[in-house]
């Protein structure tokens, strides 16, 4: 693309990024926003379990779309487990 953005790859999932730095204050804020993420994250993938199951409930059902639908909730569990790990502090053992 001209201004240097990734190209849209036709898929609505965008892996969540967060640069962590800071502590106190700025560290809670993170947590906050990482747990609303993970809700965000929750519902979508929900969303996306429910309109897998009406579309196989269907008799002649799309197996590509709902194939589709399985990459995305399988994306959206990856990113859901990412931010997890972000809210987990790294403990040196």
């Given at each position: 693309m001209k201004d240097g953005s990734?190209?849209?790859?036709?898929?609505?999932?965008?892996?969540?990024?967060?640069?962590?730095?800071?502590?106190?204050?700025i560290a809670g804020a993170n947590d906050e926003a990482l747990l609303a993420r993970l809700q965000t994250l929750q519902q979508e993938h929900a969303d996306l379990d429910a309109a897998i199951q009406a579309l196989e409930s269907q008799p002649h059902h799309d197996r590509l779309s709902v194939a589709r639908l399985k990459k995305k909730k399988l994306q959206l569990k990856d990113i859901m487990q990412r931010v997890k790990d972000q809210m987990t502090p790294d403990i040196i053992a």
């Open positions: 990734p190209p849209d790859d036709g898929d609505n999932v965008t892996p969540f990024r967060l640069f962590i730095g800071g502590a106190g204050a």
